[in-house]
């Protein structure tokens, strides 16, 4: 479905993640945010660059990772992402929710 | 006289001796396999040993029966394998040089891996059934306990056969009401996942069936530690969940040989290609089962259709031919619901498990996503499929390897 934000229009799933990553801009990572109650800061950006980054490798991601990423440790995510952490910096990053791999 | 290594006698590294040894020359390759331990188990068991419904001798029997005549047999432990220098070495300095290498050394629980749950508790109200001794010592645990909250909890994905811990929480249920004492215990059933199972259709299924049976639902938990002085387990969003007996799914991993020999990933899983299953460093090592990090389910249906595969591309490995063997991702799942019945999955890389009938479109005689007898019966059986047929690489008559799409709902996608 279409939605419009950040003065962009954007094509998103169901449950908000953004279909094409192209479409994304960090305006519109700013918008998809405050919607999640989070106001973005540098260290939420530099979470969002990591997620961003593997995702371009094609590497999977996980609560594990985040904790080998040298980035940000687990606590923190939380603090950031209060709630469903990886869930909500992947919908602000623009990228698929992961899927946990079964 | 060339050498072809298998790595790990389990499932998947047994059907490929089977396999191999009557498909390679003989007078061209010699092929050897090694594994340190003598016993082989049916690990689909340790679901049903918890519960008395399997006795011990029903779930392992000695490995080197099912090893063919032709194949050497070593038992003894793996110390390292160097895949630039071609050569694997063992326990007291043997070395073994390959031409080939299968890598088939699985994947086992690592308890340690969380703060507090292999701490002085293990194996006393914090247990596993993932192991012949966790799901014996849970066993005697369960004959004599008198109830409180049962919590049956899943650590992290991805974890071996992702469908046991709800399967055994429907058991429990069962379990409990036959003993006549399914009021007195509180079963929570507690995942890092959004819901009962990883793919929508089936997760749908799944959450009906512990509401049923009145089996609560804890999702998006990451266990940060367990409290086991308190009786808590506690994730990193600070929930808390208060248990009487805990019976988790620990960190899964790969063997630590992997990560002895630099070969693995964060969880010491091989990275190897998902269709070919050619590992993705080393075009003569060759990886299957729950040693792969491919996305599908660490379960012995998916060692055994990615055996067909493999087999298949060695061959043409071996011919100097490209490998085109491609798997798909096949998973099929029989998931034990309780009171003697059960529901079968039948999925890919692609295909979510949707309803249907199987394996014959529009007949069955099994339901795929629907519980019914006949499921269960088709679960029981396969302890004798997976002795007599499985493991020693005998197809299972109209299961096929690529996954069919006949007979089930499928919607269009758009």
Known sequence: MKKVIANKEIDVNEEGYLEDVSQWTKEVGTELAKEQGIDMTDKHWEVIDYLQDKYKNDEALSIRGIKKSGVINIKEFYDLFPGGPLKKSTLIAGIPKPKSCI | MKHLVILGAGTAGTMMANHLVSKLPKAEWKITIVDQYKIHYYQPGFLFLPFDIYTEDQVKK??????????????????????????????????????ILIVATGSKIAPEEIEGMAGPEWHKSIFDFYTYE??????????????????????????????????????????????????????????????????????????????????????NFNIEHVDYDNHKIIDYAETEVDYDLLVTVPTNMGDEVIARSGMGDDLNYVPTHKATLQSKDYENVFVIGDATNVPTSKAGSVAHFEAEILTENILRYV????????????????????GGKALLIDFNYDQEPVEGSFPFPGIGPLRLLKENRMNHMGKLAFRWVYWNMLLKGIPI????SAMSEKGKKIEAIV
């Open chain 2, 397 to 400: 008559p109209f299961v096929s």
């Open chain 2, 319 to 338: 011919a100097g031919k490209p490998l085109d063997a491609e798997f798909d991702g096949h998973a099929n799942c029989f998931i034990e619901t309780g």
């Open chain 2, 62 to 99: 000695e490995g080197k029966k099912f090893i063919p005549k032709g194949v050497n047999y070593i038992q003894k432990k793996i110390e390292r394998i160097s895949p630039e220098a071609n050569t694997v070495t063992l326990d007291a300095d043997e070395t073994l040089n390959y031409d």
């Open chain 2, 134 to 219: 966790g799901a014996k010592a849970l066993r005697d645990k369960l004959r004599d306990w008198k109830g409180g909250k049962l919590v049956v909890h899943i650590t992290e994905m991805p974890i071996k056969c992702p469908v046991a811990p709800l399967e055994f929480s429907f058991l429990a249920d069962s379990y409990f009401k036959h003993k006549g004492m399914r009021d007195k215990v509180d079963i929570t059933y507690v995942t890092p996942l959004d819901g009962a199972f990883t793919t929508p259709k089936a997760a749908q299924a799944l959450h009906h069936l512990l509401e049923e049976k009145g089996i609560k639902e804890v999702t």
